[in-house]
Nanobody
Framework: QVQLVESGGGLVQAGGSLRLSCAAS????????MGWYRQAPGKQRDVVAR???????NYRDSVKGRFTISRDNAKNTVHLQMNSLKPEDTAVYYC?????????????WGQGTQVTVSS
């Protein structure tokens, strides 16, 4: 089992920045990748960014150039630096941790943190 605890959400004006953090505990040796998803009201949960243990990163197109994901493997933490925030970034952001294999991972979830961007 892996437990994830997020921090750093809040209210910010458009154009501002926020930094989300997520700390993993438990069976962290099994983690092959960590990431962030978001879910706006009435919409599905979508991946925002993902980083593997080797440091390979992936971003959804709408956040490329504005968001940066980073990871401290020794501390089992992952961060999401969000710059130039837009109202459409408003959502509940969930930290994720994948275990198992790339082909069939099991995903653990954090409790979610609200990010609200005002126009």
């Amino acid at each position: 089992q892996v437990q994830l605890v997020e921090s750093g959400g809040g209210l910010v004006q458009a154009g501002g920045s926020l930094r989300l953090s997520c700390a993993a505990s438990g069976s962290t040796f099994s983690i092959i990748a960590m990431g962030w998803y978001r879910q706006a009201p009435g919409k599905q949960r979508d991946v925002v960014a993902r980083i593997s243990t080797s440091g390979t990163t992936n971003y959804r197109d709408s956040v490329k150039g504005r968001f940066t994901i980073s990871r401290d493997n020794a501390k089992n933490t992952v961060h999401l630096q969000m710059n130039s925030l837009k109202p459409e970034d408003t959502a509940v952001y969930y930290c994720s941790a994948e275990s198992g294999t790339e082909a069939t991972p099991y995903i653990y979830w954090g409790q979610g943190t609200q990010v609200t961007v005002s126009s």
